[in-house]
Nanobody, 114 residues
Framework: VQLVESGGGLVQPGGSLTLSCAASGFTFSRYAMSWYRQGPGKAREWVATIAGSGGTTVYSDSVKGRFTVSRDIGKNTVFLQANLLKPEDTSVYYC????????WGQGTQVTVSA
């Protein structure tokens, strides 16, 4: 059972990135999937969630209107399209499932800086 995040990088303010989370070892469609992030010196915070079917999404106020979560059930992958990035979005981004969350993966670093 594993979650592997990728797609992070260095981007200028106002730029975009697409993060991916590849899941393996469990029935992907049975679980909601969420993105979280942890900025420097900060606690990990929830960012967005997508239902198992992909039909319902919810977002934190800090990213609503800028980020979009989606999933490809056939590829066991969840995505986070991050647009209009701000310096305060700089964090390590993680994914996890619910219920029955898994140990955290290595995450993917997003740095927003001019």
């Amino acid at each position: 059972v594993q979650l592997v995040e990728s797609g992070g990088g260095l981007v200028q303010p106002g730029g975009s990135l697409t993060l991916s989370c590849a899941a393996s070892g469990f029935t992907f469609s049975r679980y909601a999937m969420s993105w979280y992030r942890q900025g420097p010196g900060k606690a990990r915070e929830w960012v967005a969630t997508i239902a198992g079917s992909g039909g319902t999404t919810v977002y934190s106020d800090s990213v609503k209107g800028r980020f979009t979560v989606s999933r490809d059930i056939g590829k066991n992958t969840v995505f986070l399209q991050a647009n209009l990035l701000k310096p305060e979005d700089t964090s390590v981004y993680y994914c996890n499932r619910s219920p029955d969350s898994l140990p955290w993966g290595q995450g993917t670093q997003v740095t927003v800086s001019a």
